[in-house]
């Protein structure tokens, strides 16, 4: 069963601390990327990475960091420099090359710092 | 600067009906948009595409219209049923050196199919 894998569902932190998100996908897919989501909010994105041990950022990357050592997991660590933390947190993968655009979602992490 | 509007937070149609969900986009850069449909504390399901070569993709009752000299696309979905109840996302995307960039999405149409 291909797909993509986000654990945990929902995540509790206190302010100040780091905390890092899982992302793993199973259908050998090339590139993968992070969106957070607010409530009435479109899906904006916040690093993405085309191949291993290369990644970009997003339109909103500050207080993120991201690694891709290996081509099926991307995770993503929510730092203590970020001023609004608590959002829906989704992953998504592209199977890669120029004619290929649709992004395929995992379920989604939602996150809560208080 | 929002570069994809979608100026319909909620739209209530009829079961059986048509459902026209409309999606404006300002970058003209942009070269292939996607429409995604989406429950609450799911992720986006990937529902049909369209290349900017084209001006219709169909889908068995998703058919996607682009028109590129208005920047506007829709999605026609046709009946109607309630299972279509949700958000449905716009999103935009181009092609960069590397491959395709991220998407650029709007804030999402709220679909209700009354029965």
């Known amino acids: 069963d291909g797909g993509i894998t986000q654990s945990p569902k929902y995540l509790f932190r206190k302010e100040g601390q780091n905390v890092t998100l899982s992302c793993e996908q199973n259908?050998?897919?090339?590139?993968m990327y992070w969106y957070r989501q607010d409530p009435g909010q479109g899906l904006r994105l916040i690093y993405y990475?085309?191949?291993?041990?290369?990644?970009q950022k997003g339109d909103i990357a500050e207080g993120y960091s991201v690694s891709r050592e290996k081509k099926e997991s991307f995770p993503l660590t929510v730092t203590s420099a970020q001023k609004n933390p608590t959002a829906f947190y989704l992953c998504?993968?592209?199977?890669?090359?120029?004619?290929?655009?649709?992004?395929?979602f995992g379920p989604g992490t939602r996150l809560t710092v208080t | 600067d929002q570069q994809v509007k979608q100026n319909s937070p909620s739209l209530s149609v009829q079961e059986g009906r048509i459902s026209i969900l409309n999606c404006d986009y300002t970058?003209?850069?942009?070269?292939?948009f996607l429409w995604y449909k989406k429950y609450p504390a799911e992720g986006p399901t990937f529902l049909i595409s369209?290349?900017?070569?084209?001006d219709k993709n169909e889908d068995g009752r998703f058919t996607v219209f682009l028109n590129k000299s208005a920047k506007h696309l829709s999605l026609h979905i046709v009946p109607s049923q309630p299972g279509d109840s949700a958000v449905y996302f716009c999103?935009?995307?181009?092609?960069?050196?590397?491959?395709?960039?991220?998407?650029?999405f709007g804030k999402g149409t709220h679909l209700i199919i009354q029965p």
């Open positions: 998504a993968s592209r199977r890669g090359g120029g004619s290929s655009y649709e992004q395929y």
């Open positions: 259908l050998n897919h090339d590139a």
């Open positions: 990475s085309q191949i291993v041990n290369d990644f």
């Open positions: 970058n003209s850069m942009f070269d292939y």
């Open positions: 369209i290349s900017s070569i084209k």
């Open positions: 999103a935009a995307s181009m092609y960069s050196g590397g491959g395709a960039d991220g998407l650029t």
